[in-house]
């Protein structure tokens, strides 16, 4: 998948800029930045949700926006939303099973198959407790867990999550992570918005940071981490500054140190 | 259906069983009418027709949650199906019934393009408007025999009860078309536009396409229970094909029964025919009164219909309950 140039203008404000990556097959991109930076919007342009102002996104030879928006999961490209949206009145398993259905092998599948299909996805990603009751009546983390089920219904070869972490204590963040790999392992490609930096790390091979619409940085998670402008982005200018200030501080006084050693005055 | 398929919830989204069985049971012991209570034929070939007009709005009111307040314009149409049919010498209800469902559905396809775009209220607007412009052109068109109507050929009355077989037939054709549906991946379709459209073409549906064959169904529907009606009438005129109550009375049944229901439409129908029939002897005009108070009561109390309401476990509280989760 090739992300190009990619901006995105809502009225006067320009939500992205000039952003541009490569998505490796099988690989997990983390994609990180601060409140506002236009993560979700780049998730909406990605799963053709919006179509970009300038730039392209071309995933199997197509670009995204000219897509329709119900033939992107055909494409295999599929997505969870960070604001859940549940069929309220199905329950949890026919959620799923509208994935399974009418997805990308949904055609090839009987409406048995698609139940079959969506009972497998809720034992995988720990829902099948509660997999007769109306979706309205899940929790939040459940309705996280079914937005990734009905993502994997589509029979993803992308699979697009905007945090779907959020909320979830450590344990479950844990099992959140370890479904991740399990489903990376087995060849889908992962594209991750997600707030809590460790979750990220630990998955990510590649991280992409976005601040003020714009991508500060790309690379490995220690490196990109360890960059001056994700610190900057993160924690502010005047942290860097200041941290600066204290090197410098730091260096004068070595010097210091170098030209007059302490034990030669003593 | 084995338990162990029901396990895995293929049981579809055809709402309560219980109700269901009644209302199949119900719809047997309509069969003997004719033979049973001649008197009354007349009376139960109209609520049948009622019957499957409930069921073709349930498709695209209920089930795909597109409130339409034009489903009229589909049973007038079918009705002048029949009647042009017989201007023509061609008194056959197959015919009648096969030229209405295709003169329908294609019809509110090509409505459906333009309309099917809006939603909510402007949906409603939208289709009533389409109703009220095809009555006013029907009625000044001579080929529809403008407001003088047409005559529709009948059978002699000793044979009057093919009719009535008719209209059960085209009722019964209603029940199993929705019933297919809800047990399909397209009922599942019609309601995942209804929860949420954005979510929904997230899942590889098609909003458009769902929607129009919806409307088709529904419109064929109608049309259908039109032209068996002509046929049962004798003749068509502009204020009895697009007559209001063939309107208002199937959205109103279809909501007290419960909308998205295999059910619900058929309990509906059954029930406030009879109360309408009863009332409009004794007090003429006034039970259109009685109406209006239904449609209060039943979006304040009963927002899930009767057929919901025979499913429910755990007596008032849980309604009480339920009730307070549905207005939140």
Redesign the interface.
């Given at each position: 998948m090739r992300i190009s140039d990619i901006g995105m203008r809502f009225g006067g404000l320009w939500a992205l800029s000039e952003v541009s990556f490569d998505v490796e097959r099988g690989s997990v991109v983390g994609l990180i930045g601060p409140n506002g930076s236009g993560k979700t919007t780049l998730m909406n342009v990605i799963?053709g949700?919006y179509k970009p102002t300038t730039g392209e996104v071309r995933y199997a030879g197509k670009r995204i926006a000219d897509v329709?928006?119900?033939?992107?999961?055909?494409l295999g490209i599929?997505?969870t939303?960070q604001i859940v949206?549940?069929?309220?009145?199905?329950?949890t398993?026919?959620n799923v099973?509208?994935?399974a259905?009418?997805?990308?092998n949904?055609a090839k599948r009987s409406?048995?198959a698609?139940?079959?299909r969506?009972?497998e996805l809720l034992e995988i990603v720990g829902l099948a407790r509660v997999?007769?009751r109306p979706a309205a009546e899940l929790t939040i983390p459940d309705r996280k867990r079914l937005e990734v089920a009905?993502a994997l219904?589509?029979d993803p070869d992308v699979l697009l999550l905007d945090e779907v972490m959020a909320g979830l204590n450590a344990t479950e963040v844990e099992e959140a992570l370890e479904l991740l790999r399990d489903v990376n392992r087995r060849g889908v490609t992962l594209i991750v918005v997600e707030h809590l930096m460790k979750a990220i790390v630990s998955i990510s091979t590649t991280i992409v940071v976005l601040a003020e619409g714009r991508k500060i940085a790309q690379g490995a998670p220690s490196e990109v981490l360890a960059s001056p402008q994700v610190i900057e982005a993160y924690l502010g200018s005047r942290w860097v500054k200041r941290q600066e200030q204290l090197k410098e501080i730091e260096a004068q006084r070595a010097e210091a140190m170098r030209i007059q050693p302490p034990e030669a005055t003593a | 259906m084995s338990t162990a398929?029901r396990k895995?919830?293929?049981g579809?989204?055809t709402g309560n069983r219980t109700a269901l069985f009644i209302s199949l049971g119900l719809m047997v012991l309509l069969l003997l009418v004719p033979t049973v209570l001649p008197g009354y034929q007349t009376l139960f070939r109209t609520i049948l027709c009622f019957v499957a007009l409930a069921y073709g709005w349930n498709i695209i009111g209920g089930y795909t949650g597109y409130v339409s307040f034009g489903n009229m314009v589909f049973f007038g149409l079918g009705t002048y199906c029949a009647a042009l049919l017989s201007a023509r010498g061609i008194d056959n209800l197959f015919a009648d019934v096969g030229l209405a469902v295709v003169v329908n559905a294609a019809f509110a396809a090509v409505v459906g393009f333009p309309v099917l775009r809006l939603k909510g209220h402007y949906f409603g607007i939208a289709t009533l408007g389409t109703a009220l412009a095809v009555t006013d052109i029907v009625g000044n068109l001579d080929i529809f025999g403008g407001t003088g109507g047409l005559k529709v050929t009948q059978v002699d009355e000793a044979h009057f009860a093919i009719y009535y077989y008719a209209a059960w037939l085209v009722a019964a054709g209603a029940i199993a078309v929705t019933f297919l549906v809800a047990?399909?991946?397209l009922g599942?379709?019609f309601?995942?536009i209804r929860?949420?459209e954005?979510?929904?073409?997230?899942?590889?549906?098609?909003?458009t396409k769902y929607k129009i064959i919806a409307w088709a169904i529904s419109a064929a529907i109608a049309g259908a229970a039109g032209a068996v009606y002509a046929r049962g009438n004798g003749f068509v005129d502009p204020s009895i094909a697009f007559a209001e109550d063939f309107n208002v009375y199937p959205i109103v049944m279809t909501i007290l029964g419960g909308t998205?229901t295999v059910a619900g439409p058929f309990v509906g129908a059954l029930i406030l025919s009879g109360v309408n029939e009863t009332l409009g002897h004794t007090f003429l005009k006034l039970h259109s009164l009685f109406f209006g108070a239904v449609i209060v009561l039943v979006v304040l109390l009963l927002p899930r219909g009767l057929v919901w309401l025979i499913g429910l476990r755990g007596g008032v509280r849980t309604w009480i309950k339920s009730l307070q989760a549905y207005k939140a």
């Open positions: 799963s949700v329709p928006a119900y033939d992107v999961c055909h599929a997505r939303f949206k549940p069929f309220a009145s199905l329950s398993r026919e099973a509208v994935g259905m009418y997805g990308r949904g409406t048995r698609s139940f079959e969506a009972q997999a007769d009905k219904a589509l | 398929l895995i919830g293929l579809g989204i047990r399909s991946k599942y379709a309601v995942a929860e949420n954005d979510a929904a073409a997230v899942l590889g549906i098609s909003a998205g």
